[in-house]
């Protein structure tokens, strides 16, 4: 089973910046595919925000073109999500997504969810 571990989040007012990070980790060798970032906002259905392939290519929603960065450190087995330019309506509960292999066997894994709040 591969554990993944979020860091980062929190207040902010509109127009600042966060980073979250996640790290991947397992006991047995494992191989990740893509990896990516999901959102939670209150009352409404997880979306997802940004991905990235294990070749470096990238996917956004519409609504975080151009203010977010989704980057990852192969070395580490960890993903970050930098976002800039927060807005209000960013305000919910970020979700990390790997997916991979650990030994042959698939893999799903999520993350335990940061709360990011932008408000002034």
């Known amino acids: 089973q591969v554990q993944l571990v979020e860091s980062g989040g929190g207040l902010v007012q509109p127009g600042e910046s966060l980073r979250l990070s996640c790290a991947a980790s397992?006991?047995?060798?494992?191989?990740?595919?893509?990896m990516g970032w999901y959102r939670q906002p209150p009352g409404k259905q997880r979306e997802l925000v940004a991905a990235i392939t294990t070749g470096g290519s990238t996917n956004y929603a519409d609504s975080v073109k151009g203010r977010f960065t989704i980057s990852r450190d192969n070395a580490k087995n960890t993903v970050y999500l930098q976002m800039n330019s927060l807005k209000p309506e960013d305000t919910a509960v970020y979700y990390c997504?790997?997916?991979?292999?650990?030994?042959?066997?698939?893999?799903?894994?999520w993350g335990q969810g940061r709360q990011v709040t932008v408000s002034s």
């Open positions: 997504n790997v997916n991979g292999r650990v030994r042959w066997t698939p893999f799903n894994s």
């Open positions: 397992a006991r047995s060798i494992f191989s990740i595919n893509d």
